[in-house]
C-alpha cells in the first residue's frame, strides 16, 4: 500500500511558477507509475501529467504540454509537478495518483492510490 501526500500549491499571478511535490509512504514506491491530476469546481477530473516508475517515459495532457514538467526521485520516494507559464485556467486542486499498471495511464480509474490533493490558483 502507498500513502501520498501533495504540498506545495498555494497562490501566484498568471505567467507564475509553482512546483508540487507528492512525498510516498512505502518501499514499493519504485514500482508504481505516477500520475498528476486535477479538478476544478464544477467540472471533472482532469489528466494532467504522468511518468513510469522508472522515470523514462512521461505523458502531459495537450493543454500542459510544454508549459509542465514531471519529474521523479525514487531514492526520496517523491514525485515532482513544476509548472511554469500557469494561466488562471489552471487552477483547480491537483492530486497526485499511484498506479501499478504495465503502463502509464492518463484514465484515472486505472490508478490505485490518491492523496489528499493541493489548492492551486492562479490570479489573472
Known amino acids: 500500500q502507498v500513502q501520498l501526500v501533495e504540498s506545495g500549491g498555494g497562490l501566484v499571478q498568471a505567467g507564475g511558477s509553482l512546483r508540487l511535490s507528492c512525498a510516498a509512504s512505502g518501499r514499493t514506491f519504485s514500482s508504481y507509475n505516477m500520475g498528476w491530476f486535477r479538478q476544478a469546481p464544477g467540472k471533472e477530473r482532469e489528466f494532467v501529467a504522468a511518468?513510469?516508475?522508472?522515470?523514462?517515459?512521461?505523458y502531459y495532457a495537450d493543454s500542459v504540454k510544454g508549459r509542465f514538467t514531471i519529474s521523479r526521485d525514487n531514492v526520496k520516494n517523491t514525485v515532482y509537478l513544476q509548472m511554469n507559464s500557469l494561466k488562471p485556467e489552471d487552477t483547480a486542486v491537483y492530486y497526485c495518483?499511484?498506479?501499478?499498471?504495465?503502463?502509464?495511464?492518463?484514465?484515472?480509474?486505472?490508478?490505485?492510490?490518491w492523496g489528499q490533493g493541493t489548492q492551486v490558483t492562479v490570479s489573472s
Open positions: 495518483a499511484a498506479n501499478q499498471g504495465v503502463y502509464i495511464t492518463m484514465d484515472f480509474r486505472q490508478y490505485d492510490y
Open positions: 511518468i513510469s516508475w522508472s522515470g523514462s517515459s512521461t
